[in-house]
């Protein structure tokens, strides 16, 4: 139980362009899921906080209108990096959260070129 | 501020090497403490959560443990596959902070 997708795994796009990044909980539903991102050796940060039929929560720093999320069904959560530049290029994972624990998905590699 | 620092950065053991790995932290509200194993390129996968200092919980060869202000992820006599970054997580009421993890090695 407890399973978590992420589509796609990786993009690669080209500089201007948009990418969307779905996260699914697959045999739960999720009020809550969250968007990290991670740098190569690093941590992961928080970007933002989506709850399902709000606006999402944005940590300080993240820009809302250049990574827009939207969380419509209690399954799904997007993640989409608007105008994309090669710097934003990263590592990016969400999670749902059930009871008190968050479960991962396995990550969207995303390359700007 | 919320804080988590684990330590060491990194760990090469020899297999059958028992160890523990640390993890300091300072949050406001603690509502519990996750440990979380990630392999490169893959997303954290759930290991443990701990909820109160003395609570102890394991798995194989891994048992965590709590205190007020720590915890510590002992991994008993470990393989080769236990071989991964292990991240520390406590989380307060709105949401969770992860340490910048522990990269283990376990050579055979």
């Known amino acids: 139980g407890a399973v978590v997708s992420q589509h796609p795994s990786w993009v690669i796009c080209k500089s201007g362009t948009s990418v969307k990044i779905e996260c699914r909980s697959l045999d739960f539903q999720a009020t809550t899921m969250f968007w990290y991102r991670q740098f190569p050796k690093k941590s992961l940060m928080l970007m933002a906080t989506s709850n399902e039929g709000s606006k999402a929560t944005y940590e300080q720093g993240v820009e809302k209108d250049k990574f827009l999320i939207n969380h419509a069904s209690l399954t799904l959560s997007t993640l989409t990096v608007t105008s994309a530049h090669p710097e934003d290029s990263s590592f990016y994972i969400c999670?749902?959260?059930?009871?008190?624990?968050?479960?991962f998905g396995p990550g969207t590699r995303l390359t700007v070129l | 501020e919320d804080q988590v620092t684990q330590s060491p950065e990194a760990l090469r053991l020899q297999e059958g090497e028992s160890s523990s790995l640390n993890c300091s932290y300072t949050v406001s509200g603690l509502r519990g403490l996750f440990w979380y194993r990630q392999d490169p390129g893959k997303g954290p996968e759930f290991l443990f959560t701990?909820?109160?200092a003395g609570e102890e919980k394991e798995k194989e060869r891994l048992k965590a443990t709590l205190t007020k202000k720590e915890s510590f992820l002992h991994i008993t006599a470990p393989k080769p596959e236990d071989s991964a970054t292990y991240l520390c997580a406590p989380g307060s009421a709105s949401k969770i902070i992860f340490g910048s993890g522990t990269r283990l090695s376990i050579r055979p």
């Open positions: 999670s749902a959260l059930s009871g008190d624990e968050q479960f």
């Open positions: 701990l909820y109160s």
